[in-house]
């Protein structure tokens, strides 16, 4: 690569959703990747946070936190939107890309949480709630992101049939990242709907991948593991500590992940060391699945 090596991704156009809280993975991944070199947008919907018992931050500070992180030629926009509006993946996309230019990266962070239950309480409307943020933008961010990288002569698609591959230059692709959930690796109690939605992207990753790879975009989804985000501390956890202490003495390395552990696997996977990884669902768990 022609960039210094302490700034890869500088020329890079990257849009990362669900950037709002310091805690949050979207933070870590944006902060790592602001020191990298990137030109960066981010979406943020703070009305989402003020409702969980976490809470928010302020944007305003938090954007400034990031902005010092980068190159002084990297550029930068946000946005506050609410993926769960029809409209919106649409919306994104196109505001990332004019305050950028095309984009090289799509990283699909964002989730809804809260508002669910177990399956005997469940409803066609929390149903809707997760599927529609959770499933259904990222799908369509993704249809939007690749409509950018559009080949020149467009052709019906067809069940069964896959989209013509022609050899593509390995150093020269986009990437998306989708981020899956633990509901492959055990149950999760009272949030069937979340679950859900989150399966879904983890089940339509190799449909997907194979897709965009006929438009030049590497698609991979990262499962983060259990990432204490605020909610496993005692001040603001959504589930009984007893059960929180349980396991966590039973975890490997003693401790849950921090966002900057799945952080460091997304910032991996779209540089060039990365360009062999497609189409894969990878776990970033710090061993949780085996105990």
């Given at each position: 690569?022609?960039?210094?090596?302490?700034?890869?991704?500088?020329?890079?156009?990257?849009?990362?959703?669900?950037?709002?809280?310091?805690?949050?993975?979207?933070?870590?991944?944006?902060?790592?990747?602001?020191?990298?070199?990137?030109?960066?947008?981010?979406?943020?919907?703070?009305?989402?946070?003020?409702?969980?018992?976490?809470?928010?931050?302020?944007?305003?500070?938090?954007?400034?936190?990031?902005?010092?992180?980068?190159?002084?030629?990297?550029?930068?926009?946000?946005?506050?939107?609410?993926?769960?509006?029809?409209?919106?993946?649409?919306?994104?996309?196109?505001?990332?890309?004019?305050?950028?230019?095309?984009?090289?990266?799509?990283?699909?962070?964002?989730?809804?949480?809260?508002?669910?239950?177990?399956?005997?309480?469940?409803?066609?409307?929390?149903?809707?709630?997760?599927?529609?943020?959770?499933?259904?933008?990222?799908?369509?961010l993704t249809k939007f992101f690749a409509e950018q990288f559009r080949p020149q002569?467009?052709?019906?698609?067809?069940?069964?049939?896959?989209?013509?591959?022609?050899?593509?230059?390995?150093?020269?692709?986009?990437?998306?990242?989708?981020?899956?959930?633990?509901?492959?690796?055990?149950?999760?109690?009272?949030?069937?709907?979340?679950?859900?939605?989150?399966?879904?992207?983890?089940?339509?990753?190799?449909?997907?991948?194979?897709?965009?790879?006929?438009?030049?975009?590497?698609?991979?989804?990262?499962?983060?593991?259990?990432?204490?985000?605020?909610?496993?501390?005692?001040?603001?956890?959504?589930?009984?500590?007893?059960?929180?202490?349980?396991?966590?003495?039973?975890?490997?390395?003693?401790?849950?992940?921090?966002?900057?552990?799945?952080?460091?696997?997304?910032?991996?996977?779209?540089?060039?060391e990365a360009r062999w990884v497609v189409?894969?669902?990878?776990?970033?768990?710090?061993?949780?699945?085996?105990?």
């Amino acid at each position: 690569m022609s960039n210094p090596v302490n700034r890869p991704l500088l020329g890079r156009n990257i849009l990362i959703t669900g950037v709002s809280r310091r805690r949050g993975i979207g933070f870590a991944i944006a902060r790592r990747l602001a020191e990298q070199g990137a030109s960066l947008f981010i979406q943020h919907f703070s009305p989402h946070d003020l409702e969980q018992p976490t809470g928010g931050d302020n944007v305003a500070e938090l954007i400034a936190e990031l902005r010092t992180a980068q190159a002084p030629t990297a550029g930068f926009g946000d946005l506050s939107l609410d993926l769960g509006v029809p409209s919106a993946a649409e919306e994104l996309i196109g505001a990332a890309s004019t305050a950028l230019g095309r984009l090289d990266t799509l990283i699909c962070n964002h989730a809804r949480s809260g508002g669910d239950g177990s399956i005997f309480e469940m409803t066609a409307e929390a149903l809707d709630s997760h599927w529609s943020v959770n499933a259904r933008s990222t799908l369509l961010l993704t249809k939007f992101f690749a409509e950018q990288f559009r080949p020149q002569e467009l052709r019906h698609s067809q069940p069964g049939v896959k989209q013509q591959q022609l050899p593509q230059d390995e150093f020269d692709t986009a990437r998306v990242i989708w981020m899956t959930s633990g509901q492959l690796d055990g149950p999760m109690p009272a949030e069937v709907a979340y679950a859900a939605s989150k399966a879904a992207l983890a089940g339509a990753t190799s449909t997907v991948a194979s897709e965009l790879l006929s438009r030049g975009i590497l698609l991979n989804t990262v499962n983060p593991g259990p990432v204490n985000t605020g909610y496993m501390d005692p001040e603001t956890t959504d589930r009984p500590l007893e059960a929180l202490q349980q396991v966590l003495q039973k975890l490997p390395f003693g401790r849950f992940g921090a966002p900057d552990d799945p952080a460091r696997l997304i910032s991996w996977l779209i540089s060039d060391e990365a360009r062999w990884v497609v189409g894969q669902v990878l776990t970033s768990d710090g061993g949780f699945r085996l105990v």
